[in-house]
T-cell receptor, first 113, second 118 residues
Framework: DSGVTQTPKHLITATGQRVTLRCSPR?????VYWYQQSLDQGLQFLIQ???????AKGNILERFSAQQFPDLHSELNLSSLELGDSALYFC????????????FGNGTRLTVT | AQTVTQSQPEMSVQEAETVTLSCTYD???????LFWYKQPPSRQMILVIR??????QNATENRFSVNFQKAAKSFSLKISDSQLGDAAMYFC???????????????FGKGTKLSVKP
């Protein structure tokens, strides 16, 4: 168990809809990262938050947004969903130690029909 | 921009044998970290091993070891005494250096699917 909790595990929704994915980082971790993994693909970095502030952006679509709350949990909002958004979305967290590894949650499997 | 390349989409190894997975990366930084993650069919992302670029000594974790060649920007993973449970997708990752008190994100290669034959 990595200590990173993601909910829900599975999500099925229709095109055009909006969903929210939730992540609780490991206790004490200030950094949260979101990644997207499409079928048989590697992990694409979406966005990073550190102690409530956005720190880095990757290949995140304008239809997607995220935030990190004062209690350090994070939410990824996906709107105007398209079939191509179907993927496994991972949240990860880390400490601020140099070279600290990222610890990943079990992911949320999103299916857009 | 930093990139990570895994040139072997699939590899196969006989149980109890040794296999090496390749990874190369590109960066202009001198201090950074490299990782190997394992993703079994359950789709969890599991940390296998970590290497600090300023350390010449290759990292080892039980049956897993790396061959880190900084000048060549190469970071291969060796799995000894392969077990059925080692079957998974393996991802090489480069960690963007730390700026402003937060840790940079990981940049992943596309992965190598390892099969272990009994």
């Amino acid at each position: 168990d990595s200590g990173v909790t993601q909910t829900p595990k599975h999500l099925i929704t229709a095109t055009g809809q909006r969903v929210t994915l939730r992540c609780s980082p490991r206790s004490g971790d200030l950094s949260v990262y979101w990644y997207q993994q499409s079928l048989d693909q590697g992990l694409q970095f979406l966005i990073q938050y550190y102690n409530g502030e956005e720190r880095a952006k990757g290949n995140i679509l304008e239809r997607f947004s995220a935030q990190q709350f004062p209690d350090l949990h994070s939410e990824l909002n996906l709107s105007s969903l398209e079939l191509g958004d179907s993927a496994l979305y991972f949240c990860a967290s880390s400490t601020t130690g140099q070279g600290a590894p990222l610890h990943f949650g079990n992911g949320t499997r999103l299916t857009v029909t | 921009a930093q990139t990570v390349t895994q040139s072997q989409p699939e590899m196969s190894v006989q149980e109890a044998e040794t296999v090496t997975l390749s990874c190369t990366y590109d960066t202009s930084e001198s201090d950074y970290y490299l990782f190997w993650y394992k993703q079994p069919p359950s789709r969890q992302m599991i940390l296998v091993i970590r290497q600090e670029a300023y350390k010449q000594q290759n990292a080892t974790e039980n049956r897993f070891s790396v061959n880190f060649q900084k000048a060549a920007k190469s970071f291969s993973l060796k799995i000894s005494d392969s077990q059925l449970g080692d079957a998974a997708m393996y991802f090489c990752a480069y960690r963007v250096p730390n700026y402003g008190g937060s840790q940079g994100n990981l940049i992943f290669g596309k992965g190598t699917k390892l099969s272990v034959k009994p």
